[in-house]
Nanobody, 115 residues
């Protein structure tokens, strides 16, 4: 079973920056974040594979950057130029080599963008 430890998040003004981190146990294939705002469905924000192939939601391209330390099974999500619509609970998610089509979820961290 994969164990995830998330950190980061909080309250920031529009235009500000935050960084999220996620450390995972196990043999991890990909890491990423989803987010869910009140009344909305959970959506993929960004993901990155062991080979460094990254994927972003259109709404965050050019503002968010995902990175990963494969040896440490740790990923970071640098979020810049934050907007009020980025407000959501952000969930770290990983997939392992033994279950590459199954997502394991972190507990989630709140990101609030407000003046």
């Amino acid at each position: 079973q994969v164990h995830l430890v998330e950190s980061g998040g909080g309250l920031v003004q529009p235009g500000g920056s935050l960084i999220l981190s996620c450390a995972a146990s196990g043999s991890v294939f990909s890491m990423g974040w989803y987010r869910q705002a009140p009344g909305k469905e959970r959506e993929l924000v960004a993901s990155i594979t062991t080979d460094g192939i990254s994927n972003y939601a259109d709404s965050v391209k050019g503002r968010f950057t995902i990175s990963r330390d494969v040896a440490k099974n740790t990923a970071w999500l640098q979020m810049n130029s934050l907007k009020p619509e980025d407000t959501a609970v952000y969930y770290c998610t990983v997939r392992t080599w033994s279950a590459p089509n199954t997502d394991s979820w972190g507990q989630g961290t709140q990101v609030t963008v407000s003046s």
